[in-house]
């Protein structure tokens, strides 16, 4: 079983967690002056890494919270998870 890193509770099951996708994309600001290319770049385009990748994670069985990790692609290993806006919180297996 794979074991998941929550900031805030510690390794738990993967079964708790939800998936959410790339981290730190950001929403343009001024979406009215946006090409409708530049709007679908935002909001379909993402990137494909293999190997280190950033990443979105909900503990939605658990405390429900959200934070990122940093995950291998090729192992699933998670290298770090880290609260939103916050530090690396170590090493995760
Ligand atoms: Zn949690």
Redesign the pocket.
Do not use: E
């Given at each position: 079983m794979l074991l998941i890193q929550?900031p805030?509770?510690g390794p738990?099951a993967e079964s708790e967690f939800s998936y959410g996708g790339e981290a730190e994309i950001v929403r343009p600001l001024d979406t009215e002056k946006l090409t409708d290319r530049e709007w679908g770049e935002y909001l379909f385009m993402r990137k494909n890494t293999r190997g280190l990748h950033r990443e979105q994670w909900n503990?939605a069985q658990?405390?429900r919270?959200w934070f990122n990790a940093e995950r291998d692609t090729v192992t699933y290993a998670f290298r770090s998870v880290s609260k939103i806006g916050g530090a690396k919180e170590g090493e995760s297996a």
């Open positions: 929550c805030w509770c738990r503990h658990g405390c919270r």
